[in-house]
């Protein structure tokens, strides 16, 4: 057993494991341990690829070894534990494990999979006190995710992002897109990846959340700004089926006086899937529609899947080239999908993104065919992916990528899907578009992705869902999210317009408002070319769409101090919603309270998300004092209200004095 030292970090090698521990920026550490040879790292989530100085420290009788960076220090000691303090003592640290007596398993694991890969563990020391966030987009109802079990792979409505940030003064980024788990349980917590190269993960500190997301940040990447047009209100259906129709309920939208910033293109535009071009009978004259748009100040954004039609033109030379994924007999693998000339399905291949000249081949189809007639938004869906599996195997054993197998680097597909568009828009100086996207991973914000939180049901538990998802999607680094306003899966014969405005009350304080939806009572048997039902603010009732349209108009009011906050956004990585414990840590109630949140640091939301509620409890954290939006009362910091909240109101409180109170909020006119 020795130490290796270098200027960077130290290298512990033992006799079946090689250690390394590097400073990687201020008050940040990575390391890496494999037990093999030196593997080829994945590293297309971070965009700072080298180690930096730091200070290193050899015990005198060479038991530990210690790297020092910023505050933060990991300790190593002679048989390989590793343990990170910060100036008040520990932060993490991984098992004590006595080798002596069972269990034999090591704070880190190494299985051998049956293909000679390898699967890794870590299993680190539980803090009954710690509380832990974000770890992506997961449908659990929990704000702090201790005492939790969560799969870490993609699916619809289910987005992996492997970051959390801890209540005690750190954050972690597990570097691994393999399929795995982390269990943040009451005696450990362990991070599973089931194939990997090696075990690869950076811990930074920071004396405030803010400081330890700005450090995840500098890792992958910054967002960019916000385009002044995005945050406004975006309509969508789906689907509108033609040209006709959708210009028809923009025009609508319009000579209501109505804001509008966005109309959507969903799917079956196109001739097939993998052409990437428009159905000119359905949409005769797109580069007329989208000049329409735009003289109206509304953007169009238009469906781009990855995905490619075995009667698709380009399907023969893709195959040749390889750019397709394949399945583990070398053939590709499938996504059975309905298609425009096969309504009852068909199994339809991948684009492997992780390959540079089939991301440069899918930005060239999106160019000629879009961006070159005006299309500034782009909407890439079902970027799971999302594949046949093997009887008794997940989705990912069934496929294999240019980076590896599909459990070792699917999680990795979203990623690449926004770095082929991004890519492509840098290249020709497009700093204006917008790219919306189904799911994920640590860095996607970088390409100026927005989230949204998938296809998900038209019910109040899906509401309350959505607050909870959304908060920690924002803990992890991803700043620009939203649902569907509604739900996707369609709409309750009873209560539905009730359900739709609490929605439209809670999405309208976020980045992107986006109204989205099937509202076909039958969906399933109607299938996907149903048009759905319409899915305009007027179409569901007079009360809703009066409460809706005042909601657009206070929308309005809001967009300049949105861009402010998301100025801080781009700048240090700081969400622009915030749970209460995020700004508020010093004070215990506020750390408990999951059902609120704050937009930029001036404004509390308190939302509605049950069924015939006329008032609910608002916690106003203390140090501050608030102004009621709706009534002009001013309330101290610390109080629990019972504030009224009839299907009109969502409770919004200011702080007192701060430029948006000095601003004023006009609140829509009351409706009884």
Known sequence: MAFSVRSTGITLHLPAETIHVDAWGDGTIRVRAFVDGEPVPLEEGLVVHEPSAAEINLSADGSTASVTTGTLTAVIEHYGRLSFRGPDGVLMEESWFDFREPPLRAHRYYSRNPDGSHGVELTLRSFGDERLYGLGQHSLGRLDLKGSVIDLLQRNSQIAVPVVVSSRGYGMLWNSP???????????????????????YFVYA??????????????????????????????????????????AVAREHLSRGLPLAAMFVDYMHWT???????????????????????????????????????????????????????????????????????????????????NPE????????????YHRIGVRAFWLDASEPELTAQAGHLFEDA????????????????????????????????????????????????????????????????LRLQMTTGLNMMTSGIPWWTSDIGGFFGAEEEGFEELLVRWFQFAAFWPIVRMHGNRHPDFFNAGIFSAGGPNEIWAFGDRG?????????????????????LELTAAKGVPP????????????????????FMLGSDLLVAPVLGSGVE?????????????????QQVHDGGEVLDVAAPLHVVPLFIVEGSALDRAGVIVPDSQE
Request: aromatic share 12%.
């Open 272 to 354: 097939r899937l993998g052409e990437w071009e428009w159905d000119n009978e359905k949409w005769p004259d797109p580069a007329a529609m989208i000049a329409e748009l735009r003289d109206a100040g509304v953007q169009l954004m238009v469906a781009v899947w990855p995905h490619v039609s075995p009667r698709s033109k380009h399907y023969p030379s893709l195959l040749e080239r390889g750019l397709l994924v394949a399945s583990p007999d070398g053939s590709p693998a499938v996504f059975s999908f309905a298609d425009r000339e096969l309504p009852g399905g068909v199994d339809v291949a991948l684009l492997d993104l992780t």
């Open 615 to 631: 008032a609910r409890s608002v916690y106003l954290p203390h140090g501050r004092r608030w102004r009621n939006v709706w009534s």
């Open 178 to 200: 393999s399929v795995g788990r982390v269990e943040f349980a009451a005696n450990h917590t362990r991070w599973v990846a089931h194939e990997a190269r090696q075990l690869d």
């Open 545 to 565: 769409y009066t409460i809706m349209r005042g909601l657009l108009n206070l929308r309005e009011q809001l967009r300049p101090y949105l861009h402010s906050t």
């Open 206 to 247: 920071g004396t405030t959340p803010g400081e330890i997301l700005r450090r995840y940040h500098a890792l992958t990447g910054f967002p960019p700004a916000l385009p002044m047009w995005a945050s406004g209100y975006w309509q969508s259906n789906s689907y509108y089926p033609d040209q006709e129709t959708l210009l």
């Open 358 to 369: 089939a991301r440069r081949f899918y930005w060239d189809q999106i160019e000629k065919n």
């Open 399 to 462: 496929s294999r990528y240019l980076l590896g197998n599909g459990t070792e680097v699917s999680s990795l597909f979203a990623l690449e899907d926004a770095r082929a568009v991004r890519e492509g828009l840098d290249s020709i100086g497009d700093t204006e578009s917008m790219l919306l996207i189904r799911s994920g991973w640590a860095g996607v914000q970088r390409y100026g992705a927005a989230v949204w939180s998938g296809d998900i049901q038209s019910t109040w538990e899906s």
């Open 577 to 596: 919603i915030r749970p209460l414990w995020f700004d508020h840590g010093d004070d215990p109630r506020a750390v408990s309270v999951d059902d609120q």
